[in-house]
C-alpha cells in the first residue's frame, strides 16, 4: 500500500467514525433489542498475502448462523434477522470495517475479502489478487450490486459462485488495481454511495 492511500483511508476513516458514531449506536441498540443478541459479528476472511484476519460486520443473522447454513448468502435466507434484511440492502452492515481499515487489514477501496473455503478455489491466475490489501468496496461490489438475488434465483448458487462470479470479480479487481490511484478509489466510493442511495 502506497502512502497517498494509506494516508487517503486513515483521513475518511477516522472522518467517518466520527461522523457516524451516533448511527453506530442507534444500529447497535437496534439489533439488540431485536433479539437480545450480540451487536458485531466477527468472520475469519483471507487478506493481503493470504493471512487472514477477522472482519467486523453488524451481525445480520441469527446467533450461530454460521453453524447452520453455508457461507454463501443468497435471496431471503430465513437465518437473516428482521433488522438484517434492512441492513444488508442499505450495506449499514458493512460500516464496522472502518475499524481493520483503521487497523491495516483493509482499504476503502480494494477486492472484498473472501472465507478461506473460497480462497482455496483460486486458480493460480487467480492469486494475485491476494497481493492487494483487501477493501470495504469495490468495482466489483458496484458491478454486482444484486449479487445476493441472482444467486437466490439460481439452481446451484455455490457453482454459479464459485465458477462464474466468483472469477469474473477477481478479473475486475486485478484490471482496477492496475490503474488504481487516491482519485479512482474516490470515485470508485462516490459510485458505491449513490448505488446505496438507490
Not at 473472501?114 to 497481493?131: F, I, K, N, R, S
Amino acid at each position: 500500500m502506497t502512502m497517498a492511500k494509506r494516508c487517503f483511508d486513515l483521513w475518511w476513516t477516522v472522518l467517518g467514525l466520527v461522523l457516524l458514531c451516533p448511527l453506530f449506536l442507534l444500529i447497535a441498540l437496534v439489533i439488540w433489542l431485536d433479539d437480545r443478541g450480540p451487536v458485531f459479528y466477527r468472520q475469519v476472511r483471507v487478506g493481503r498475502n493470504g493471512m487472514p484476519f477477522r472482519i467486523w460486520k453488524f451481525r445480520t443473522m441469527t446467533v450461530n448462523a454460521d453453524r447452520i447454513g453455508a457461507a454463501l448468502t443468497v435471496g431471503r435466507d430465513p437465518r437473516i434477522t428482521r433488522i438484517g434484511h434492512w441492513l444488508r440492502a442499505s450495506k449499514l452492515d458493512e460500516l464496522p470495517q472502518l475499524f481493520n481499515v483503521l487497523t491495516g487489514e483493509m482499504s476503502l477501496v480494494g477486492p472484498r475479502p473472501e472465507v478461506p473455503d473460497y480462497v482455496a478455489h483460486y486458480t493460480t491466475e487467480q492469486q494475485p489478487v491476494l497481493v492487494l490489501i483487501p477493501g470495504i468496496t469495490d468495482p466489483a461490489s458496484i458491478t454486482y450490486r444484486d449479487e445476493s438475488e441472482v444467486l437466490g434465483a439460481a439452481e446451484d448458487p455455490q457453482r454459479l459462485y464459485l465458477q462464474e462470479i466468483m472469477p469474473a470479480k477477481i478479473r475486475l479487481n486485478l484490471d482496477y488495481a492496475e490503474r488504481a490511484n487516491v482519485f479512482t478509489d474516490f470515485t470508485v466510493i462516490l459510485h458505491t454511495f449513490a448505488r446505496i442511495v438507490r
